[in-house]
C-alpha cells in the first residue's frame, strides 16, 4: 500500500507515543514490585521519563540514551516476559530494539514499521482498490467493543468476510475493562458473526494471524496459564488448538463456506 505523507506523519507519532508510553509503563511495573536497577543513574531516569507527558516527535539525546540504557536492564526484559501482567502490545520490543534507528533526524517508517505500528480503526474505514482488473471495497471494522453496535448497518451486500483473528494476544486482556482475555473476547465475535443470519451463504476467511509472535511466547508464557483445557506438547499442537477453537465457534453445516490460514503478520508476501 502507498502511504500518503499525512499518514506517515500519523504514524509517526503514533510509534514515538507508543515507545514512550510503553517504557513508562515497565517503569511503574517494575516500580511496583519493589525492585531496583542495577544502574543507580537509571533511578533517575525512570523518574525523568515518567514525568514526561505524551511525547508525539523524535526524543531529544538525554531522552533517548535514558531509553536505551533502562530497556537494557534486566529487570525490565524480566518484566517485557512478563508483559501480560504489564497489557504491553507485543511490538514493543520491536520499536524499543529500533529507537537508534527510529529517533533518527532522517526517520522514514519502513513497510514493516508500519505494520508493527498497527493502530487500531476507529468506527468504519471504507477502501476501494483494484487488483488484477477489478475494482474492490473493503469496510474496515472497528473491533473495538464500542464501535461493534454500528456494524449492523453494514451487513447488507457483503460478499465476504475477512477475520483476522490475533493469536498472539491469548494472555492479554481488552483495553475496555482490562480483564476480558482478548483471544476469548475475539473467538466470541467470530461466532457472532459466523451465525449472523445475514452471512449464511457469506464465505469467512480466517487468518490466525501473528504465528511468530505466538511461538516465540509460548516458550515464555505457557497457553494452559490462560486455557487451562489446552493440554498439548509442543507449538504445533497449540496451533491446532486454537485453530480447533476456531472451527468449533464457526461451526460446521454445509451450507456455510470457511477458510482457515496460519499467518505471520509482517510477512508481506
Do not use: C
Not at 503514533?14 to 515497565?26: D, E, V
Amino acid at each position: 500500500q502507498n502511504y500518503a505523507e499525512v499518514e506517515l506523519l500519523h504514524r509517526k507519532v503514533f510509534i514515538y507515543s507508543n515507545i514512550l508510553s510503553s517504557i513508562q509503563k515497565l517503569i511503574e511495573f517494575v516500580q511496583s514490585e519493589g525492585k531496583n536497577f542495577a544502574l543507580p543513574e537509571n533511578g533517575a531516569h525512570a523518574q525523568n521519563l515518567l514525568l514526561e507527558e505524551p511525547h508525539y516527535t523524535r526524543f531529544t539525546a538525554e531522552q533517548e540514551k535514558a531509553i536505551l540504557s533502562i530497556w537494557k536492564e534486566s529487570v525490565i526484559q524480566d518484566a517485557y516476559k512478563r508483559r501480560s501482567a504489564v497489557n504491553l502490545n507485543d511490538s514493543t520490543k520491536y520499536f524499543l530494539d529500533n529507537l537508534d534507528r527510529i529517533n533518527d533526524a532522517s526517520y522514514h517508517p519502513t513497510p514493516t514499521d508500519l505494520i508493527m505500528s498497527y493502530i487500531p480503526t476507529i468506527g468504519v474505514q471504507n477502501v476501494i482498490f483494484t487488483a488484477n482488473n477489478k475494482t474492490f471495497q473493503l469496510f474496515d471494522m472497528g473491533g473495538q467493543k464500542m464501535d461493534r453496535r454500528k456494524w449492523g448497518d453494514m451487513y447488507d451486500g457483503i460478499d465476504a468476510i475477512f477475520f483476522s483473528l490475533a493469536i498472539s494476544e491469548y494472555d492479554q486482556v481488552m483495553s475496555e475493562d482490562m480483564k476480558t482475555n482478548r483471544l476469548e473476547d475475539s473467538m466470541d465475535l467470530l461466532d457472532k458473526i459466523a451465525h449472523e443470519p445475514k452471512f449464511e451463504d457469506t464465505p469467512i476467511f480466517v487468518f490466525l494471524n501473528e504465528i511468530d509472535v505466538f511461538t516465540h511466547k509460548l516458550g515464555v508464557i505457557p497457553l494452559e496459564d490462560f486455557i487451562p483445557d489446552y493440554k498439548g506438547k509442543n507449538t504445533e499442537d497449540a496451533l491446532d488448538y486454537i485453530e480447533e477453537m476456531a472451527r468449533s465457534r464457526l461451526g460446521r453445516t454445509e451450507k456455510k463456506h470457511f477458510h482457515i490460514y496460519r499467518t505471520v503478520m509482517v510477512d508481506t508476501k
